[in-house]
């Protein structure tokens, strides 16, 4: 890469969405005198008798979890999106909406009240993985369903109401904007090359080996060429998979190993349990066939300089185009030299 | 409108991005036991002898202020835009990069310190519109700058380090993301119909009058049909206008006014001094005629139910697509039915 390149202003180009990031990487050196938050809340009772999550507890809506010992699902008792909604449009001069349906659920990854990801046993995050892949092929399979949005908010500074582990899904009839944004990507270049794009840019980042975090047999973890956020990465099987239905045993298990690999170098960035929403990007469930598929997973962290002190995604990038201090190389050196063992269990 | 969009969740389109956001009007009666936000700190001194905007002091690069009596700008002591910065692209297998030259400004609003927009007076108000237009004029006019980005961050929550009144520019030589995405629906209107989109969309308004804020002689705030952020708002000249360059006095006097009367309103929802980003876009300066265009200024604020609670816009927003959950119309009806004189100066 031109060497003034890792000094200097640039934008980078978002292959997947066509969409552009501004990288200032000069500008850390500015001092931070704004706005901290707090550092996130550790050593959690296993069993917390006050948490809607936890098992045999009463939930918000007044049901009651089972004793599950496994990663249990449930429909979310405020859902943002409700089945049975007419199809329905309104166009009226230059308003125009459309009427929604949909399904939301809430997924308990463990029965443990204190764990997070990288605490858990890989046979543990197996499990989780099992019940996505059962959400995401019976949701799916809902003729009413065409899109199925795997995602966790993780820590309360990212809108995250209960530590308990959990995500969530939110399963709609309309495809989604972030996702339609890839699909165009995704196709121009299959319909090209007859190849995924993902597929081809592991290739490449595997030779470069500049912003890859973490790999094992089926699996690479990297700091997209294009990242957003401080410290983002995206997840992706080294096979072009359309979704996470499809993984064989041994690739879910690699899958596992990555996520807690991962999350593991995410808490030892600043020895903190690390906040992030992460979201899994596969193939709609509109019945077509989708050969230009690769899915991925991507986590958006929004801490930038310590436990305490986040990136803002405010004017400039509101108005204007995300923006980025540190380059997607500097933050990947970092997650690279950290240990593989999680700060909490250092010997 | 169909009445049950009202109740039922529904997605509207953004005729100046050409994206939707999903509306779940439902939702509003979901608790919250998440993160909330320390209330805005007022009280400030007129002048803090720390603070590296007030007149007369040092600031973090080593400069001294003037002793300012009017708006008064620089140019940002760690500006992510450096101007000087050698065109080159970096073509690379899958890896697009091409490098991006500019200038970041600050604006301080006032010599006070204490001040906020709706607590200045308009003739104040009035200066800081003409330090735009000068801002404005004169970046544009540089060959190298193709685009001026004028916007506020307020409100520690939106990652504003110092409560002294300012803004910031940011002049670069692209045209960022966001505005390109205008820049294309608002020309097809223009090809089609020889007609400014948004003076058509005001006059629809105007007649509809279920989101109208404020209006006087030259303006109107409203609150758009495709709203994003719970108290989202936009303020338009009634004429189409294609930069602040081109206002008349009355005109400009007008925009003052309907400013002060606008974040009057904001602060008067939760009795706090009210966080937003807002920014104005306009015309791209890159030379090229552009009868299309029509100036607007947005605000996007992040409170949703209180000075301390937030919206989130993680996860599903993210990955999938902006939601909210109040509707425009509710929150146009909040804000139409508060006072016009702020909270703190009520008798
Ligand atoms: O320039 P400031 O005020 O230090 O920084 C603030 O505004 C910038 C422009 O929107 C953002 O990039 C920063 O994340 C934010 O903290
Ligand atoms: O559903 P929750 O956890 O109550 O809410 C959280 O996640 C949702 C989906 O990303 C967001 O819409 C909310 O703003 C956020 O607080």
């Known amino acids: 890469m031109?060497?003034?390149?890792?000094?200097n202003p640039h934008r980078r180009l978002n292959i997947l969405t066509g969409e552009w990031i501004?990288?200032?990487?000069?500008?850390?050196?500015?001092?931070?005198?704004?706005?901290?938050?707090?550092?996130?809340?550790?050593?959690?009772?296993?069993?917390?008798p006050s948490c809607y999550l936890c098992p045999t507890n009463e939930r918000m809506g007044g049901e009651f979890n089972p004793g599950y010992d496994k990663p249990y699902s449930f429909v979310n008792d405020f859902s943002a999106l409700l089945p049975d909604v007419e199809e329905e449009t309104y166009e009226n001069g230059l308003l125009y909406?459309?009427?929604?349906?949909?399904?939301?659920?809430?997924?308990?990854?463990?029965?443990?009240?204190?764990?997070?990801?990288?605490?858990?046993?890989?046979?543990?995050?197996?499990?989780?993985?099992?019940?996505?892949?059962?959400?995401?092929?019976?949701?799916?399979?809902?003729?009413?369903?065409?899109?199925v949005q795997i995602f966790e908010n993780k820590g309360g500074i990212m809108g995250c109401s209960n530590p308990h582990p959990h995500g969530q899904i939110w399963a709609q009839n309309k495809i989604p904007q972030e996702v339609q944004k890839k699909i165009s990507n995704l196709k121009a270049y299959w319909e090209k090359n007859k190849r995924s794009i993902l597929e081809d840019y592991i290739e490449q980042e595997l030779k470069l080996d500049e912003r890859i975090i973490v790999e094992n047999e089926h699996f690479v973890a990297l700091i997209p060429y294009w990242a957003v956020w401080p410290y983002e990465t995206m997840i992706l099987p080294k096979r072009k998979l359309a979704h996470i239905g499809l993984l064989s045993e041994s690739e879910k298990r690699?899958?596992?190993?990555?996520?807690?690999?991962?999350?593991?170098?995410?808490?030892?960035?600043?020895?903190?349990?690390?906040?992030?929403?992460?979201?899994?990007?596969?193939?709609?469930?509109?019945?077509?066939?989708?050969?230009?598929?690769?899915?991925?997973?991507?986590?958006?962290p929004p801490l930038l300089r310590s436990a305490t002190i986040k990136k803002f995604m405010v004017g400039y990038e509101m108005f204007a185009n995300p923006q980025r201090d540190i380059t997607a190389e500097q933050a990947a050196e970092t997650m690279k030299s950290l240990s593989k063992r999680h700060y909490s269990q250092e010997e």
């Open 22 to 48: 501004l990288v200032s990487p000069h500008r850390t050196k500015r001092p931070w005198q704004g706005k901290t938050e707090k550092s996130a809340t550790t050593d959690l009772p296993e069993y917390d």
């Open 2 to 7: 031109a060497n003034n390149f890792n000094n």
């Open 97 to 147: 909406a459309e009427a929604e349906s949909g399904i939301c659920k809430v997924v308990c990854f463990s029965p443990n009240h204190a764990l997070t990801l990288p605490l858990m046993s890989v046979s543990d995050i197996t499990e989780i993985i099992s019940l996505w892949q059962k959400e995401y092929i019976e949701l799916g399979s809902n003729e009413a369903i065409n899109h």
């Open 254 to 300: 690699s899958y596992a190993e990555i996520l807690k690999q991962l999350t593991i170098k995410y808490d030892n960035i600043f020895n903190t349990s690390f906040p992030y929403s992460a979201g899994i990007h596969q193939a709609p469930t509109d019945g077509m066939d989708h050969p230009e598929w690769h899915f991925h997973m991507s986590f958006y």
